[in-house]
């Protein structure tokens, strides 16, 4: 279908674009890579009048080293997470989601903002930037503000920024002497997700000093499973001690179901991927 007539800009500076969303209607929207808007439009599920194009503010693209962290550009595409080399040296986890987003196409429009702005419950990288305790940066009217995941996803396709407000960059501590891993389960290959897991685990001696594990579709927003993470500090990096810990992954979430799965499936899913994903980041046998 052809989207309803919107009008359209596309501003060469952080403030311009601030700007032109501010002076716009509660129906002004940013765009970025359109991978999630422009269907929506199609098929008339978004009526925006005006679209502010993202398109030509270079400075939001890209990683820059920030000492213990990474600071990445929330136009920086899915393809250029999973190569640039900051991002594999040190939040492996990102690159390693974001390779199993949809398809090649998709990758090389969509962008980190736009999958985190979006908020969609299936999406893979709202879990992954929870477990990895990420601090989101957003621009508006009255200047930056930090974000923290859990503050952020607020509801199905639905986030703490404010009309006027930009996503501009993730800041992402780095990962010394963390393993990692996301494990996500479709039903086609290069699908969404029924469930994901993300996991970052850092082992010393034998045992599991610390882990951080959130889930992806197990709610309207990504789920921390915090009675896991209660569970393997300190335990032993078995394959066998880790999957135990794994079966409260889903002790306080609400999965949804749909065609692609039962609730109950889903509960199970997330136990099975959790005991695979935390056995694979602690580097248990
Ligand atoms: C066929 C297909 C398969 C897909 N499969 C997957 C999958 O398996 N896993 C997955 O995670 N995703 C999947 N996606 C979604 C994809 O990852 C999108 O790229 C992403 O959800 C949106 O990023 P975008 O840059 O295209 O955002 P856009 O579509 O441009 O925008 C999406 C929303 O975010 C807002 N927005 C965008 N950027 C900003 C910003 N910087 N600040 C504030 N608001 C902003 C827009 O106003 C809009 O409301 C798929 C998409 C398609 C089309």
Known sequence: ??????????????????????????????????????????????????????????????????????????????????????????????????????????????????????????????????????????????GSREIRPADFFVDFLTTSLTPGEILTAVRVPKLAGWGYRYEKFSVTAQAWAVVGVAAVARRSNGHVERARVALTNMGSVPVRALAVEAAVSGAEASAAGLAAAATHADEGTTPPSDLRGAADYRRHLAQVLTARALAAAAGAS
């Not at 500076?13 to 129906?27: C, N, P, T, W």
């Not at 679209?51 to 820059?64: A, E, F």
């Open 1 to 142: 279908m052809i989207p309803a007539k919107f009008d359209y800009v596309r501003p060469d500076s952080l403030d311009e674009a601030v700007r032109a969303l501010a002076s716009g209607s509660d129906d002004t929207k940013v765009i970025a890579g359109g991978q999630s808007l422009l269907p929506m439009l199609r098929l008339r599920l978004a009526y925006p009048d005006k679209l502010v194009d993202l398109g030509g503010l270079g400075d939001l693209r890209g990683v820059r080293d920030a000492g213990d962290a990474l600071e990445i550009g929330a136009l920086t595409t899915h393809y250029e997470l999973t190569r640039d080399p900051m991002i594999a040296a040190h939040c492996g986890l990102l690159a390693q989601a974001a390779a199993t987003i949809a398809d090649p196409a998709v990758r090389h429009r969509g962008t980190l903002g736009g999958a985190l702005a979006h908020a969609d419950p299936a999406a893979d990288l709202p879990a992954v930037i929870t477990a990895l305790d990420a601090t989101l940066i957003a621009h508006g009217p009255s």
